[in-house]
């Protein structure tokens, strides 16, 4: 199959079911320096510009929903591609391992809205920025406080339990520990949070990510190599998988033998 230039943006921004944050909440985010969280298009954890992408998100990151409810997600592309300099010309390699820094994006995420909630004082520009309004409603505000308070129990408890204390490196992660502490210890517990913190360990295997050109060929899917090729159950799996590892929202309910995936 030829590689067109339609095919490659398909790559780069097709929703997969990711919600990770609400694009308006990491538009108004600052990182430690002060600079908005976005003034990069977070190339300084190597991910790739996105000329396509207007909120200036990078290739792997897209933004879905209704205008002004848009929430920012991620896709395949932002771990398998790669970009390679050399005699002053530029070469973009989709489908190859990724040398990007997940590790500390998912830390820097987490204490940039963890210092947005540290006082009131603190919440305020974060919230004119969001609601656009130098002098948002009092209730305006304390609904979106109610929001991104209920986000980062989650989300930090997720990271303080799972991320190890070492990182895991550069181009490298252990995508399905932290699948497996997601199902575990995020979305099976009891509301209103549905968590069970307790069954979230550390994520200490990383992998580097692999290849994708060459994964029709492999006689086993999923990079430890636990999946063997040409099952049904076991590509669905490896689908879920892959969704909930760019975060998507799981609620498992009990209807008979249903389990319903319930997007904020």
């Not at 790559?11 to 003034?39: C, E």
């Not at 500390?104 to 995420?109: I, N, Y």
């Not at 987490?110 to 409603?137: E, H, M, Q, Y």
């Not at 490298?172 to 913190?197: E, H, N, Q, T």
Request: charged fraction near 20%; aromatic fraction near 12%.
């Amino acid at each position: 199959m030829d590689w067109t230039a339609a095919a490659r943006a398909d790559f780069y921004s097709r929703d997969q079911g990711s919600r990770l944050i609400s694009l308006s909440w990491m538009q108004a985010l600052k990182q430690t320096n002060g600079q908005p969280f976005l003034a990069d298009g977070l190339s300084r954890y190597g991910y790739l510009r996105n000329p396509a992408n207007t909120a200036n998100l990078p290739a792997g990151f897209h933004a879905s929903g209704p205008q002004d409810f848009q929430v920012v997600g991620m896709t395949s592309s932002a771990c398998h591609s790669r970009q390679i300099e050399f005699d002053g010309k530029v070469y973009r390699v989709d489908g190859s391992p990724g040398f990007v820094d997940f590790y500390a994006l998912l830390g820097d995420l987490d204490k940039a809205v963890g210092d947005v909630i540290a006082s009131d004082s603190s919440f305020a520009p974060f919230s004119a920025a969001v609601l656009r309004s130098a002098t948002p409603d009092a209730a305006d505000v304390a609904d979106l406080r109610r929001q991104v308070d209920g986000w980062y129990l989650r989300f930090h408890t997720l990271m303080v339990r799972a991320l190890p204390k070492n990182g895991w490196g550069v181009g490298r992660l252990d995508a399905v520990g932290m699948i497996f502490k997601r199902i575990s210890g995020l979305d099976i517990g009891p509301p209103p949070d549905f968590m069970i913190p307790e069954n979230m360990k550390t994520a200490d295997a990383p992998v580097r990510y692999p290849f994708l050109w060459n994964s029709p060929r492999q006689d086993k899917r999923q990079w430890p190599g636990f999946a063997n090729d040409g099952s049904d159950i076991l590509g669905l799996a490896r689908n879920v998988g892959e969704v909930l590892g760019v975060f998507t929202t799981f609620e498992p309910m009990r209807q008979g033998a249903i389990i319903n995936f319930l997007d904020n």
